[in-house]
């Protein structure tokens, strides 16, 4: 069975009792989904206060400003937590979990001004240069750290990173992580000038193509307009999961 569980995470586990678990990334303090607590039971509203503190205090140690908490896979906010929540101006949002079999996924000839390649180093720069100018919108240390970690992952055996281009220019990428019976389809993007040309349905079209024997996944922003294209391409909804931060 495919839950959230079957999802790629990056962080270290450090701790947990009963009631979370506490996920740290020195490596990249920044980066929010590495830096959080994953709850084991939907928390009682004194439950998420003791753990607002814990969390906050702890990245107040470590120079990080924001905390970030994930409910329990298919578990909503109860009214009490919901209500402090809104007061205290926490962010509120959801993921949604998909899978698709590839054999499901639509037919369509790629069209001739699309040319994918897998990563190498020939090609890694490239790679990185287009991620660099995107994740600047987060801030220049962001921007460097998040190149660490794009190395890092590509040295990953179990994960590759496609480049695709249009009529010869970096257009959009894919990183695809591979477990035994799945690949995960993850940071697909495109850029925004690139957008509506079919680059995306290729860049997915690249996976199943060669995973044929492996259920392919993803997860989605619960609130973001691609949901609606993963479903119209046959993606099945699994599941989805509450997440809750705030900034300092």
């Known amino acids: 069975m495919i839950t959230f569980n079957n999802i790629h995470r990056i962080g270290h586990h450090i701790y947990e009792n009963e009631t979370y678990h506490h996920y740290h990334y020195p490596e990249m303090l920044a980066r929010y989904d590495s830096n959080f607590l994953q709850f084991?039971?939907?928390?009682?509203?004194?439950?998420?206060?003791?753990a607002y503190s814990y969390l906050h205090n702890f990245h107040l140690r470590k120079g990080q400003k924001h905390v970030k908490f994930y409910l329990p896979e298919n578990e909503k906010p109860d009214n009490p937590l919901l209500n402090y929540l809104k007061d205290f101006k926490f962010e509120i949002g959801f993921q949604e979990l998909y899978k698709i079999q590839p054999a499901e996924f639509p037919k369509a000839d790629p069209p001739a001004d699309i040319k994918l390649e897998l990563i190498s180093e020939n090609n890694l720069r490239t790679f990185l240069l287009l991620h660099y100018e995107q994740d600047l919108e987060?801030?220049?240390?962001?921007?460097?750290?998040?190149?660490?970690?794009?190395?890092?992952?590509?040295?990953?055996?179990?994960?590759?990173?496609?480049?695709?281009?249009?009529?010869?220019?970096p257009a959009g990428s894919v990183t695809l992580i591979h477990a035994e019976h799945t690949v995960e389809i993850d940071h697909l993007v495109v850029e925004d000038k690139?957008?509506?040309?079919?680059?995306?349905?290729?860049?997915?079209?690249?996976?199943?193509?060669?995973?044929?024997?492996?259920?392919?996944?993803?997860?989605?922003?619960?609130?973001?307009?691609?949901?609606?294209?993963?479903?119209?391409?046959?993606?099945?909804?699994i599941g989805f999961k509450y997440e809750i931060q705030k900034i300092d």
């Open 194 to 237: 690139f957008q509506r040309r079919g680059i995306g349905t290729q860049l997915q079209a690249f996976a199943m193509n060669r995973n044929t024997g492996k259920t392919i996944i993803l997860v989605a922003d619960g609130e973001d307009t691609a949901r609606d294209m993963y479903r119209k391409q046959n993606y099945q909804f």
């Open 40 to 50: 084991k039971k939907l928390p009682a509203l004194e439950e998420f206060k003791e």
């Open 138 to 169: 987060f801030g220049i240390d962001f921007a460097d750290q998040k190149i660490d970690l794009n190395r890092t992952l590509f040295n990953d055996p179990a994960i590759e990173m496609v480049l695709a281009y249009w009529k010869g220019e």
